[in-house]
């Protein structure tokens, strides 16, 4: 049985809640056959959430990582490509950290590309019905932080685990004017599963050869 660590966030920017720990928490405590899935709330804050990934990796010893993240504004579940070595906040964190233009990383490299299958993943959350496209940006928010930290941890202490991020919408009780788009966090979770049953059973190294660049 594939051991699965997925995480999400606590609620930041003064929301009542997260939808990626909304979808975390029900994939947890649902989750697709062979697969033995742990989930963990991370704290919206710059390098606490990394610390509280690793002591999540060491609780749970999983052979998957999925951390997902909230992208209000986007239509669908998006896996992403790249995290950089950049923390650029444009708000405060929940610790009122706003660090501009400095590493993740002190000496990383200038990005960790994520180790999932992402297209693959991709078509298997739109095959469930959900939209989802590949991200190729992570933002500069604790999200990328994140998700790059996740990669530097694999790539330095844990190379027979893979992982990577994804951004889900909002939640549609977080839109208030009813014109951004959002997806019910059952939804999601739904795309999701069949997302780490593809991740858990593509061989290390192979994805589909189709298209996921954009020209902007």
């Known amino acids: 049985m594939t051991r699965v660590l997925i995480t999400g966030f606590a609620p ?19 989750p697709p056959a062979g697969l033995s899935v742990t989930a963990a709330e991370l704290p919206c804050v710059f390098g606490e959430s990394i610390t509280a990934l690793r002591e999540a990796v060491r609780a749970a010893h999983p052979d998957l990582v999925l951390c997902l993240g909230q992208a209000g504004g986007r239509p669908g ?14 708000i405060r964190d929940n610790a009122g950290n706003q660090p501009v233009d400095e590493p993740v990383v002190p000496g990383g490299p200038a990005a960790h590309f994520s180790s999932l299958p ?29 998700a790059y930290g996740l990669g530097h941890l694999i790539a330095t202490e844990l190379p027979h685990v893979r992982g990577g991020f994804v951004h889900v919408p909002w939640a549609p009780e977080q839109v208030t004017d009813g014109t951004a788009p959002a997806l019910e966090p059952a939804t999601v979770a739904h795309g999701l599963r069949a997302l780490l049953l593809t991740a858990a059973t593509t061989p290390a190294g192979q994805d589909l050869k189709v298209t996921g660049g954009t020209t902007h």
């Open 12 to 30: 930041f920017d003064g929301a009542r809640t997260n939808p990626s720990w909304q979808a975390a928490s029900l994939v947890a405590a649902e």
């Open 77 to 90: 579940v998006s896996v992403e490509r790249v995290a950089i070595n950049v923390d650029d906040a444009r």
């Open 118 to 146: 992402v297209k693959a993943c991709v078509a298997a959350v739109r095959a469930a019905g959900v939209p989802a496209a590949v991200s190729n940006s992570a933002g500069t928010f604790v999200c990328n932080h994140v």
